[in-house]
């Protein structure tokens, strides 16, 4: 299983960006995909996202809730973040992660066997 993030990158506080992480290896359409992020000096990675098979069932961590959106594409093998509102505590290392089967409300990182390499966000004042 591969992972790979990209679309990070340096922008403003308020600004909006969207993450995409495509996915090989795997029956995409058989794992749950999530986002993590890590904020710098912190060890610990945090949801950000998670979405099941199909995308009906979503959650988000308390801090982004109303301003980021996960989806996916099972015809591309791709998950996106949209991030809107971007704040200065959104800087982060964001990973994504894959599980077969896992709920979403599953929000530790331990619960999920697949990574991507991380795409760093950095939001400015």
């Known amino acids: 299983v591969q992972l790979q993030a990209s679309g990070g990158g340096l922008v403003w506080a308020g600004d909006s960006l969207r993450l995409s992480c495509a996915a090989s290896?795997?029956?995409?359409?058989?794992?749950?995909m999530a986002w993590f992020r890590q904020p710098p000096g912190k060890e610990e990675r945090l949801i950000v996202a998670a979405i099941n098979w199909n995308g009906d069932n979503t959650y988000y961590g308390d801090l982004v809730k109303g301003r980021f959106t996960i989806s996916r594409d099972n015809a591309k093998n791709q998950a996106y973040l949209q991030m809107d509102g971007l704040k200065l505590e959104d800087t982060a290392i964001y990973y994504c992660?894959?599980?077969?089967?896992?709920?979403?409300?599953?929000?530790?990182?331990?619960?999920?066997?697949?990574w991507g390499q991380g795409t760093l966000v950095t939001v400015s004042s």
């Open positions: 290896g795997l029956i995409f359409n058989r794992y749950t």
């Open positions: 992660a894959a599980n077969v089967g896992l709920d979403p409300s599953y929000e530790r990182a331990r619960f999920y066997d697949h």
